[in-house]
């Protein structure tokens, strides 16, 4: 594939820069900008990371497909959590001149006091819960009925913390009585009890557009009440995998998300870490990444035309 054949997508945004607003980091994917001492701009990039790598070459059109996919899925689940979302145009807090760099890939948000963990739900074992089952029949330590599948759904969804790595770290899955230490006992059954909530709500709704949820992690903050209040992106291909129901039900697994990345990197030896985070990528995987998500969020959300440029 050429590169010209990625022209079709427009123009990349690797990163933004607002000269009318702070900047308070850059994360993997997302652009922070401080919109006075109770407020942030969350704008998303088109970066691409993998085993918490940031890759070199970055996706056309994939920060408004992730924008506007979590803001459906805000929507969606309003009722069983609040969110950090204010409910105002992002374009309303930028200059005149910046508009186009935020219209359609970015939130206005309440800013809260993230916890320190990432509330994981597995449907599925894949992944490193995979690894770890395969070997000891356990997920962060949790037994698992013996001899299952990949493409055999829990039982019931298994709630698998994690902690928060920082760019270039590796998250780490922890055991919930770690969590209860973190946290405190009573806040890590809130965070785990409301992460489980979100799933089933949300596998309910994407088994009526023929989608499994195989697994996901959410984010949570506190309000300046102390109000659990989820945050950051929701049930995205950056943070889920979406699996096509029809496929799985013959045991294959067709992946709208970004497995397809993890598979070439793992086959280039890729192991993760910020020494490979210049890592560049073939344009048929670029290419492969931005259809995958374009096709979940049109499975997921509707129409993905409006939103894939």
């Avoid at 992944?127 to 698992?144: D, N, R």
């Avoid at 089933?200 to 309000?223: M, N, P, Q, W």
């Avoid at 497995?259 to 344009?283: F, N």
């Amino acid at each position: 594939m050429t590169a010209s054949s990625l022209a079709d997508l427009g123009p990349a945004v690797p990163s933004t820069s607002l000269h009318s607003l702070p900047l308070i980091a850059r994360g993997k994917v997302r652009d922070l900008y401080a919109v006075g001492a109770d407020r942030m701009l969350m704008v998303a990039s088109d970066r691409l990371s993998a085993f918490d790598v940031v890759m070199q070459a970055p996706v056309p059109g994939k920060g408004r497909l992730l924008t506007q996919m979590a803001l459906f899925w805000f929507e969606q689940l309003h009722g069983i959590v609040p969110n950090h979302l204010t409910g105002e145009a992002p374009e309303s807090v930028v200059a005149a001149d910046e508009v186009a760099q935020v219209t359609g890939r970015s939130m206005l948000v309440k800013r809260l006091t993230p916890l320190p963990c990432e509330a994981v739900v597995r449907g599925y074992i894949v992944g490193s819960g995979w690894k770890e089952y395969s070997a000891s029949g356990t997920v962060c330590g949790i037994p698992l009925p013996p001899g299952m599948a990949m493409t055999q759904p829990l039982p019931e969804p298994v709630f698998t913390p994690a902690t928060k790595a920082a760019v270039g770290d590796h998250d780490e899955n922890i055991a919930y009585a770690q969590l209860e230490g973190i946290l405190g006992a009573a806040r890590a059954a809130e965070v785990r009890d409301t992460a489980i909530r979100l799933f089933k709500a949300a596998s309910a709704y994407a088994l009526t557009r023929g989608i499994v949820i195989a697994d996901t992690k959410f984010e949570f903050g506190l309000d300046e009440h102390g109000t659990l209040t989820l945050m950051d992106e929701v049930l995205t291909p950056d943070s889920s995998r979406f699996w096509q129901a029809d496929e799985l039900a013959q045991g294959r697994i067709q992946a709208y998300d970004k497995q397809p990345l993890r598979d070439w990197l793992s086959g280039t030896g890729v192991t993760g870490g910020a020494e490979q985070a210049a890592l560049d990528l073939p344009d048929a995987v670029v290419r492969g990444i931005h259809e995958r998500y374009a096709t979940a969020y049109r499975l997921l959300c509707g129409d993905a035309a409006g939103v894939s440029a």
